[in-house]
């Protein structure tokens, strides 16, 4: 890892709010208010005019935006606040949820509750309540008449809401900078933009108008008052909205002159007392809302919980046969999960009516990032350099034109495209995947080519009206292996989505001429989640995938070609499940080419998965189980690996499993083996390859998980971060096996099994390779979480000395607060060849993740959950980059002006009062 290149704060996937609770020995003085306010003579209001803003530059490119409303929320929204919690409706209101408290999400009990991976996925959704942000009539309160609105300043990242009926499915909804109300008063617009990454709003007084006649309502708060600073301050059940004192300016000659005034309260109601200023120029009032947003996040719990790097393409493609000919672009998919608030619409009468509680849906969120490719320089991108390689991609159209013309290959600091997914219950994202070898292209406009394929992303859901189906696949039916909720608390699902992330896209002009899409349940009468998913990696069948996870039972099993590996669940708390589907087929018993069982008498779960394609296709799976041998799982004729860490029978109270299945039906294993020490181990990432050596097959397995085992480790140093010892509490693992088929090639061997940690406890969460043929095997990347004080703060391994900015590896800032108590990690280990005469296996490079300064009393929580590899050959200086994401609620991760070649999307949180986590997308530079 030559030096991290650029960490991108996704920050949070919907909702930003979180404004901190006031404690009551600290509640301001309730501020009288003036009712007899002298009037002031009026002149004659100059008609308003359209307003060219003049908000600094940095806040034209601010992350805050205003997506438009289609029909994706209710009647009375205009806009909403894109990341955030804010909706504007038509009369220029301004709904502003406030966070009244938590409703748990399901959860299972039992050992299943036990699995790491539940670790990816919120715990509890907020209930809000409704502050209204109204302009009434000074005189008589009433709301003013709806008001015309335009949003100015467009992004060039596309938005698609595909929730519920597909006839509530919204394409193409626009995103602007600005929004504007004009003539809310006579002479007088209403300006909401962002200002510091926070919602500000300015009152804009043309000539001659009458600011006097400004008046807000704030219908949902317990109290109004100022504090001694002028701020307003709102309560709101337990939460205190602070809104910043006004600036109130005309601009003279180029210059801003500040013209006094203040809020004044009366009641429920807020005015604005304006000194004196030149009634013949603009005036502007100014106040801030301390409400925040991003692109992808809220105040919630937010993860990145896959990362998947597609194949490398010419975004300026104008042929078929060029789409992936000198390829400049790297696609970068992410998905996690969002909570998405719904518009509060008033109900019934009564003080409450016009604010009832709401809570938010909880749906998965994908998003696509488009990165410079390395390699040699595009005679198009004349300032690309080395240092300026892997740079996201920053322009509106047509890569390289910076005037605004919208585009489908527009993108901002790398943000092309996002969509929200889901039903009317809980829809959690557990993981995604990509087909990097996808030959599929699509036409667009007619002008230029681009991918047509995008990624597998799985979960589960708790909605009985999850938009399932397919488009553009086989024969072009809807047809989908499972279209209704099985049952039970919840059920797994399965989607594939196109390249463009919009199944409702109308401008791609070849054939088929719509996004290929597909979403199923897969789902009994039990319990079902999704823990992990492949895509096939080959040009052809590009829309097979193979998904596992765990069942309680009545799943829908089968195989298209019989026989089925196992039909009979096993009993426990659940069985773990693997299927491999193809979208194109036809009928939805064929696109299930295989759904099995695979698990014992007790819990089991898979929760990684590896295919590949050798001789057909192949698949490895590992996770965790509780489950004693038996035939359909592990046992003396499973063809196990033994060791002291492995073999057929289990050696603690819960091991690893390792398992490789062959074909596209059944499937056929080729073998299964428990996998730890005398403890609890925890199987989660794996990658597998096959090799055939002198006609017979060969398997090299890499396995990545946690453990509270001290069985004594092979094949790594006795000391160090990677080692043959449990350095206490849980450590991470890291495993290589080799495994031949024979019968005459029979060596089945753990080449090594290294704890990787520190005195905490340290879990590998991910974890991906080089994938380097022949027999010198592959680097093995690990991503992961290690909590702990700072004595067990990892020591770093293999930094490049004088890394620009960064004292401790990735943790930023060097003078911060200290050692957070939970960090991420990434590590790289060597290659250990076939035969394992370069052993012992040894540490490339440990890297802690993170920032180092949190809000007071805040619990750091930070950890990378997935990583995906970006890699150039032939192998040179710019070797690739591995990108990985995870979940950070650090104040920041990177300084405020990195100086190249860093690239930011956004070098820190948007709301900084908030302990909440962001989720975010990094990457770092990898040499050979």
Known sequence: MKRFLHQYRLRRWIALLAVPPVALAFAPFIA??????????????????????????????????????????????????????????????????????????WRPTGKAAQNPLWRKVPTSRPVYRALRMQPVERETGQPIPPAASEGLARSPIKLAYCKGERTQWRSHVPLYRQVVYHNVYAGIDLVYYPKDERLTYDFRVSPGADPNAICLSFDGADRLALDREGNLQCLVGQQT???????????????????????????????????????????????????????????????AVGVAV?????????????????????????????????????????????????????????????????GSVPTNLPDLGPARRFAPWNNFANGSNSSFTYDDRGAENGLAAVIIYGGSGDDVCTGASVNALSSGVEQVDGSYFRPQIGPVVVGYTTSSNFPTGRQALGSGTPTTFQAAFGGGNADAFAMVFPFCLDPLADNIT???????????????????????????????????????????????????????????????????FLGRFNPEINTSSGQRRYLTYFGGNDYDTVSGISVFISSGPRVGVTGLTFSDPETDFINGSSNAVSSSLSGATRNGTSDAFVAVFRETTGPMRDFSTYLGGAADDWGTGIQVRRRVVDMETRYVVHVAGLTTSTTTGVGVAGTGALSTSNKGGRDAFVAQIRWDGGPVLTTRTLQYFGYLGDAGDDDALTLATSNTAGPANSIVYVGGISEGPSLTLFAPVGVIPGLPNFADDLLYPAGGMG????????????????????????????????????????QPIQVVYSIAPYLVAPVSENGGVLFFAGASNATNVLPSSPPAPYDVFQPARANNTSDRKDAYLGSVRLTP
């Open 819 to 858: 050692v957070p108590t939970s960090r991420g990690f990434l590590a790289r280990i060597s290659s250990v060849n076939e035969g394992g005469t370069n052993l012992p296996a040894t540490l490339h490079n440990l890297v802690n993740v993170g920032g180092r300064d949190f809000i007071t009393g805040g």
């Open 310 to 374: 597609g194949r490398i393409f010419n975004r300026g493609a104008t042929t078929s046969g060029t789409v992936f000919s000198s390829p400049n672009t790297i696609p970068v998919f992410v998905a996690g999960t969002t909570f998405s608030p719904s518009f509060p619409v008033p109900v019934g009468s009564g003080p409450n009516a016009n604010n009832p509680l709401s809570t938010s849906d909880v749906d998965i969120v994908v998003a696509r990032f488009e990165f410079r490719a390395d």
């Open 510 to 576: 070849s054939s088929p001429s719509s996004p290929v899409a597909y979403a199923t349940y897969i789902g009994g009468s039990g319990d079902d989640v999704a823990w992990a998913c492949a895509a096939e990696q080959r040009g052809t069948d590009d829309f097979q995938f193979v998904v596992g996870g765990d069942t309680t039972g009545n799943l829908p099993v089968g195989s298209a070609s019989p026989p089925l590996f196992d039909g009979t669940y096993g009993g426990g708390d659940a069985d773990g």
């Open 241 to 303: 909205v602070v809104m910043q004192k006004p600036t109130l300016y005309q601009e003279v000659a180029g210059e801003r002159r500040i013209v006094s005034g203040r809020f004044v309260v009366d009641g429920n109601r807020v005015a604005f007392e304006v000194g004196a200023y030149d009634r013949n120029l603009a005036l502007v009032i100014d106040p801030v809302l301390p409400f925040y947003s991003t692109f992808l996040g809220g105040d919630q719990d937010d993860e």
């Open 32 to 105: 009288q208010a003036d009712r007899h306010l002298p009037k002031p003579t009026r002149p004659t209001p100059q008609p308003a005019v359209r307003h060219v803003l003049s908000t600094p530059a940095e806040n034209q490119s601010s992350r805050l935006l205003f997506e438009e409303n289609r029909g994706q929320h209710a009647g009375p929204v205009r806009y909403k606040m894109f990341g955030g919690s804010v909706f504007l409706t038509d009369r220029a209101e301004a709904c502003m949820l406030v966070e009244a408290g938590r409703e748990p999400l």
